[in-house]
């Protein structure tokens, strides 16, 4: 995670294009007990060394604090799938953005489509959370993707426009992650000429409204496997990618990683 991600200003920050390693976090939803969660994240610490992405597993909260003892000392960063935007209080159920940097997380997804389609997550909600992650000192993930509909009726870049406009705050300067949501968990992807299509469009939208969009990481999610990763990780724009089913299984979430641009090992294998 870079000092920019968490909201504070860092210099000589390239952008994706100019060396800004990609990112490859590992969503695992409600998935998890403790004994399968530590197995996974020692086979993903294992296969980690060496590897030229960012690596970031957010599981789920039960697992934060026993997994950032089994990845003390990795590459290997922990993130939140949520956090309220209060940093306390009477907010049963809830946890804060403190809390989740208190556990070892250095991330948080936010606005993931099924916290806005389960839980009615609205923009307005999101921005708060954005604000408040911020001021824990966690990097946010900030979630933004059309629904099928939207997309036939070829709403999909007016959705996401207005997706970024109320969901960022001024200054923005975390990882945004498109993921249509027709693409999540459904083994169907954008096409490389959409996903290069709507990087380019979020990248214009957040170097248009501040410097820090310029540079900001913005990954693609929506069934990335390692079968379909090197092409996608090769289109224009895409930084990284936000992985759900996939990061249960410790080799396809590597092979994705591996997958990167920056792999030179791989690159060179490929001829
Ligand atoms: C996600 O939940 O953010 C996601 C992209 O899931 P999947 O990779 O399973 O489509």
């Known amino acids: 995670m870079t000092g920019r991600e968490r909201g504070t200003v860092q210099t000589g920050q390239g952008t994706g294009e100019s060396g800004m390693r990609q990112l490859i976090a590992g969503n695992w939803k409600m998935n998890g007990l403790a004994g399968a969660g530590a197995a996974i994240a020692g086979a993903v610490r294992q296969g980690a060394a060496g590897l030229a992405c960012d690596l970031v597993i957010c599981p789920p ?39 989740l940097r208190d556990a070892g997380a250095r991330w948080v997804i936010l606005g993931h489509s099924e916290r806005r389609a389960a839980h009615g997550e609205s923009d307005s909600a999101v921005h708060a959370k954005v604000l408040a992650a911020v001021a824990a000192g966690l990097a946010p993930i900030v979630c933004v993707g059309e629904s099928e509909a939207e997309r036939a009726a070829g709403r999909h870049e007016a959705v996401i426009a207005g997706q970024l406009a109320a969901g960022l705050p001024e200054g923005f300067a975390g990882v945004v992650a498109y993921e249509p949501i027709w693409a999540i968990g459904t083994g169907r992807t954008a096409s490389l000429a959409d996903i290069a299509a709507m990087h380019a469009f979020i990248r214009a939208r957040l170097a248009a409204r501040h410097a820090a969009g310029a540079a900001a990481r913005i990954l693609y999610g929506g069934s990335v496997k390692a079968e379909n990763a090197r092409d996608i990780l090769a289109v224009p724009e895409v930084g990284g990618a936000l992985v759900g089913g996939a990061s249960l299984d410790a080799a396809a979430f590597l092979a994705i990683g591996h997958a990167c641009a920056q792999d030179t090992c791989i690159q060179a294998n490929r001829g």
């Open 61 to 99: 909260a039960t697992l934060l604090i026993p997994l950032a003892q089994a990845l003390a000392g990795s590459p290997v960063e922990l993130g939140g799938q949520d956090c309220h935007a209060a940093q306390s209080g009477a907010h049963t159920g809830d946890i804060a953005a403190p809390m």
